[in-house]
């Protein structure tokens, strides 16, 4: 890596849901709380939603156990429903003021009753802020996968 590399995670699954079914779990505050903790012990704080280029959102997961609340908010730079999404990241301090601005982009390919999200992070403060953010999207990914595309998947 060169100074003037910053680094970036890519991460790829592959959900037993349509497209549609994961863009909209990714954006729908209600299914957003179910899924939207880095572990599985946490819970969703908050989820708010304003879905259009322009708009923003707030996420919050709570670790309860150390009585810590992680909060991110951004604004969406592109919304293509369900092939993508590109929206700004920051965490947000105690204080409120936001940290380190990076960029995410989402895209949802589907394949019939499959789909494969792609997500890159790009734009990370440093390795380890790369690391650590691997690390809780791919406990994200595992509790979306788990309390909301496997619950769908269930024939009833």
């Known amino acids: 890596m060169t100074a003037t590399e910053t680094?970036?995670?890519r991460l790829e699954r592959t959900f037993d849901a349509?497209?549609?079914?994961?863009f909209d779990a990714w954006t729908n505050p209600e299914v957003l709380r179910r899924w939207w903790v880095a572990e599985s012990s946490w819970r969703t704080a908050e989820a708010?939603?304003?879905?259009?280029v322009g708009g923003g959102y707030r996420l919050s997961m709570e670790d309860p156990a150390a009585d810590h609340l992680h909060t991110v908010r951004g604004e969406y730079r592109e919304v293509r429903r369900p092939e993508r999404l590109v929206y700004s990241w920051a965490w947000e301090e105690a204080d409120g003021r936001l940290g380190h601005e990076s960029t995410v982009a989402v895209d949802f390919i589907g394949d019939g009753e499959t789909t494969t999200v792609v997500l890159e992070h790009t734009g990370l403060a440093s390795l380890e802020s790369r690391d650590a953010h691997r690390s809780g999207w791919e406990g994200c990914l595992s509790n979306l996968r788990a309390r909301v595309l496997a619950a769908a998947a269930q024939p009833s």
């Open 7 to 9: 680094p970036t995670l």
């Open 48 to 52: 708010q939603v304003d879905l259009r």
């Open 18 to 22: 349509p497209a549609e079914a994961v």
